[in-house]
Structures are given as C-alpha cells and as structure tokens.
C-alpha cells in the first residue's frame, strides 16, 4: 500500500465504498482501512464536528487513536445488564481475526449506582471513522455495522461522515480560564471527619483501606476545548495514558493518568500497584531522596501493598501462572512520584475481558480494601458522584485490550469544570497530609488551567 495524505486516502475510501454493493460479509462489522500519513491527531479531532469524539493514547506510545461518530453504540444508562455485557465481549473476541475491530468506553468507578448523564454506567462504541497511529504507521478506517443495517444504508452513513470531516487545524494556544468559584466536595472540615472515622480502630479493623476521594468543581466563564486542555496535559505527563470521550459537544471527561488497569495481548496480561504518593524533588538530589523516602515508608508501602496482594488473588483463579516478583519501583510524575509495581500473568484461555474488568475493578488504588466494604462507605459517605472518575476506560479488541484507571481527570461542562482526586486512607494517614496530596495530584491541571 503506497502512503496516502488524508484527503487522498479519504477520497479512496469514499470510491471503494462506492464499489462494496455486492460484499459477500452480511453481518458483524466491516471494516475498511488505507494506509496515510497522519496529522497531528488531537489537532484533527479538535478540528471535528461530528460526535462522538474519542481519543486513546497508551501510557507505552505504541499507539494513538482519534475516532469520530458511531456504527456501534452500547450504553448502559440505566443498569448494567452483565448477561448483555458478556455476550458484547464474546462476540468481539470471536470476530475474525483480520479485522482490528476495537470498542472504546468506559465503565463507571461503581456501576451499580447512578453515574453522569451521557456517559451512563458503561458505554462502548465502534468509531466510524478512526485515524490510527502504530509506531510510525497510519491508517485511516472505516467500520460499517452489517448487524444494524443494510450495507447500502452503512455505506450512505459512512460517505456522509467522509465527506463531513475537517482538516485539522493548529491547537490555539491555552487560555488561563477565568475561575470564578470554586467548591470541594467534601470540604476540609467533612474530609478530616471522613479520615478520622476511617482510620479509627473500630472501622479500622473490619476495611483497612478507603480510598476517599473530592470533586473540585470550578465555576468558570468560558468552558475550554476539551482537546487543548488534553494536548497540554500531554505535554506535561507524556509518560501517562491520555484518552477523552466526548459523547456530545455539551459534556467531555479527559484523563491524564498514569495508572493502567491492565493491558491483554492474547492471552498475557500486565497490570500494576500504583499507590503510594509523594511529591517531586526540586534538584536531582533531593528528589531521589524523596523517592527513597517514599520506599521507605510504613505508610506507603502498605498502601501499595494492599493492592498488589488483592491484584495477585483476583488473578489467581482466571490464570494458568501469576508472576508477582517484580521489585516496588518509582513511577515519576511531573509533580509527583508514586509507588509502583508490575504484575503480569498468563490468562486461562477461556477467560474474556469481562471476567477481568469484573475482577480487577475498581482496584484498592481507587476503591479500597475489603471492596465491598469499602465501596460501600464511599457511596454513602463521600457526598458526590463519582461517575467515571476512577472508572476503567480504554478498547477491547479480540486480540489486545487495555484499560487505564481514570484518575487525573476532568469532566468539563457548559460553564464548570469538574476535577477529582482521592488519596488511600488507612493507618497512619493524616487528614492535613491527605488534604494536601490531593493538591499535588491536582497541580498539573490546575497549573494549565489556572496557574501561571
Ligand atoms: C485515587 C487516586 O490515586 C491513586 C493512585 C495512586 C496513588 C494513590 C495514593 O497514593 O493515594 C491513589 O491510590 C487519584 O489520583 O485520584
Ligand atoms: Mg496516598
């Protein structure tokens, strides 16, 4: 295939659906692919009218996707009905291996409650339309649902959408937002009597671990693209996941984070304990010190290691072998550094994404420790809705699936934009030092949105 620039490739495209009438695929998703040369993809999207807009890039940068519109839709709004779930998963895992068909979404932190109009307890949709860069290949591709409608329908849908895409434009340059309140949910005073009652002998005893969390909503004059705010994001922590969903030009969540639930090739599987916080050293010197302090500490640790332990035996039963002797590591963050450690595994071949999301989410870096319990005290004490913050959000794909946790993210709307952080409360925390690490997981963002 010879290297197309994207209005080539999409003229091609449009022509070769225009010669698919007699395709012999009656149901399933077609897809079709050219090979282009890309633009920069978050420019492109930004530049896009058509919704939904996703964009995924992984924390590895082996890949970024940018997709428009839907052949496909899946929404759980309502409840999420786990019989519907696990028939989606196992179509998409015996779908003919020649197609790279993949589903992005998210499923809310906890998807037994209410969670954020549009996003809905779980969404998954196929793109229409995606650019996609792997390694230094591009492609363009369009999917065409067979099981929704007739081809010739699919093929009117698909050459509307070809035709209505925009070149990308050039990001403006971010704009300071003019913030003119700013509320916290739970304030100082509800956050230090949450901390109190959760470190308390008595609570203690029975949940260990909460990982209690704020939403920051800031009242603002005039809400920012989304895909600008993303684009800096990245620039910042260009060693975390970057991926937002923008359902419709009203609501978008984007996320910059660095912790992967987990990433499925076939059947081997790598995921992490990422908890455990302190902040980043201002010379070389001092911030390895910080780092070995962060090792160090009783605190921290045990932070991390609830959720290594819970990891290894939710895993257990669905693998064939469990490798958990990677060493505790440091992930560093452009404002902070975290504890980390990777865990991988050999997947039983039966065992569908499903079965894993089911299993590993939400994880004690999010959740806590007994999960039951400490979900539990969450949706009845912290006073908001977490949605899809600490959700698990990324692509299915027969072959390869990855799902990062979505901390460090925003939920921006007309005229506010909403920011979350938690922070793993259990012995030895203290609501002051919680408070505060709260604050340094929110710098980054607040430093693009806000600060100079
Ligand atoms: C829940 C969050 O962070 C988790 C991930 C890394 C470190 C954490 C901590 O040290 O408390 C949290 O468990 C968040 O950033 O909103
Ligand atoms: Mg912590």
């Given amino acids: 295939m010879s290297v197309l620039p994207l209005s080539k490739a999409v003229s091609s495209l449009s022509d070769r659906l225009s010669q698919l009438f007699d395709h012999s695929q009656t149901a399933g998703i077609l897809q079709l ?46 409840a999420v009905d786990d019989e519907k779930l696990l028939q989606f998963y196992q179509q ?42 792997c390694e230094d290949k591009g492609l363009l591709i369009v999917n065409l649902n067979l099981s ?14 070809l035709a209505a895409l925009q070149a990308a434009q ?28 959760v470190t308390s002998p008595n609570f203690n005893r029975d949940t260990p671990k909460v990982v209690l969390s704020r939403q920051t909503k800031l009242q603002v004059a005039q809400t920012p693209d989304p895909w600008t ?17 923008q359902f419709s030009p009203e609501r978008s969540f984007i996320s910059c984070t660095p912790e992967r639930l987990y990433r499925r090739q076939l059947n081997e599987l790598v995921t992490e304990a990422l908890a455990g916080t302190t902040v980043r050293g201002l010379t070389e010197e001092e911030d390895e010190q910080l780092a070995q302090q962060l090792l160090d500490d009783h605190k921290n640790s045990h932070e991390n290691q609830f959720v290594g332990t819970h990891i290894e035996s939710e ?39 499903f079965q894993l999301l089911q299993a590993l989410h939400p994880t004690p870096a999010v959740g806590g420790f007994p999960k039951a319990s400490a979900l539990q005290y969450i949706a009845s004490h912290e006073g908001y809705t977490r949605g899809w913050y600490a959700g698990a959000c990324g692509f299915l794909s027969s072959q390869l699936s990855e799902f990062a946790v979505a901390i460090r993210s925003a939920l921006l709307e007309p005229g506010c934009i909403n920011l979350y952080a ?31």
Wanted: hydrophobic content about 40%.
């Fill in 33 to 78: 692919v050219e090979e282009v040369s890309l633009p920069p993809l978050m420019s492109w999207l930004a530049a896009q009218q058509q919704f939904p807009k996703i964009y995924w890039q992984g924390r590895d940068r082996y890949e970024e996707v940018a997709g428009v519109g839907s052949c496909l839709d899946l929404q759980f709004a309502e």
């Fill in 92 to 133: 998409q895992r015996s779908l003919p291996r020649t197609a790279d068909v993949r589903f992005y979404g998210g499923v809310a932190f906890d998807r037994r409650l209410e969670s954020w109009p549009e996003f809905g307890r779980a969404r998954f949709l196929v793109p229409r339309i995606e650019l996609r860069r």
């Fill in 148 to 161: 929704a409608q007739p081809l010739s329908e699919q093929i009117s849908s698909a050459q509307e959408a």
């Fill in 170 to 197: 050039p990001l403006p340059p971010p704009i300071k937002t003019d913030v003119q309140t700013r509320v916290d949910i739970p304030d100082f005073a509800r956050w230090s009597e949450l901390v109190t009652e």
């Fill in 229 to 245: 705010v993303l684009a800096c994001w990245q620039g910042r922590n260009p060693t975390s996941f970057q991926f937002g969903f």
């Fill in 315 to 353: 895993l257990r039963p669905l693998s064939a072998q469990v490798f958990a002797d990677e060493p505790l590591k440091i992930f560093k963050l452009n404002h902070i550094q975290h504890l980390h450690r990777v865990i991988k595994a050999r997947l039983r071949t039966e065992v569908s994404d």
């Fill in 422 to 452: 938690g922070a793993g409360i259990l012995t030895g925390s203290d609501p002051v030092l919680e408070w505060q690490e709260l604050e340094n997981k929110l710098a980054t963002i607040m430093s693009i949105l806000v600060d100079f």
